[in-house]
């Protein structure tokens, strides 16, 4: 017996876990601690290059 018959054939069981993991997940999101904007560090890359006598266009 796979999930799907037993959820239709036990429809009460199968109604409380999903509002049980509703609510958790619910409960779990709001504690999350989510900054606005935060530090990160992009990598950047310098390049130099020299060419005498060429105008700096």
Do not use: E, R
């Amino acid at each position: 017996m796979n999930v799907s018959t037993w959820s239709i054939k036990n429809p009460i069981p199968a109604l409380m876990l999903f509002v049980l993991l509703t609510f958790g997940g619910l409960l779990s999101f709001n504690g999350m601690k989510v900054q606005n904007f935060p530090d990160i560090d992009l990598p950047t890359i310098s390049v130099t290059v020299a060419l005498p006598g060429a105008s700096p266009a």
